[in-house]
């Protein structure tokens, strides 16, 4: 059973940056399609970004040209960098299979201040 934990979230001034990572623990993910998630109060789970075994990546509207997904299937983790950060991207920041649904990691909090 794949087990995900991300980090790395954190209070920021708008404009400021922010690397998250997400380590996945009892079994190889390299294989999958990961993505990562966010989801602000009141609103649903919406996908952010995702990244093929072989490094294809794809953004929505919203963060691309801001976001930078990554993964490092030696070390299991898949990354995204975040860069010129608004307030609107505030939100718990999760990452998944978007192949094989896991189970859901604790998230990550972002907080990001104008």
């Known amino acids: 059973q794949v087990q995900l934990v991300e980090s790395g979230g954190g209070l920021v001034q708008a404009g400021g940056s922010l690397r998250l990572s997400c380590q996945a623990s009892g079994s190889s993910v390299g294989a999958f399609i990961m993505g990562w998630y966010r989801q602000a109060p009141g609103n649903q789970r919406e996908l952010l970004a995702t990244?093929?075994?072989?490094?294809?990546?794809t953004y929505v509207d919203s963060v691309k040209g801001r976001f930078t997904i990554s993964r490092d299937s030696r070390k299991n983790t898949v990354s995204l960098q975040m860069n010129n950060l608004k307030p609107e991207d505030t939100a718990v920041y999760y990452c998944?299979?978007?192949?094989?649904?896991?189970?859901w990691g604790p998230g990550t909090q972002v907080t990001v201040s104008s």
């Open positions: 998944n299979s978007v192949s094989q649904g896991l189970p």
């Open positions: 990244i093929t075994g072989g490094g294809r990546t």
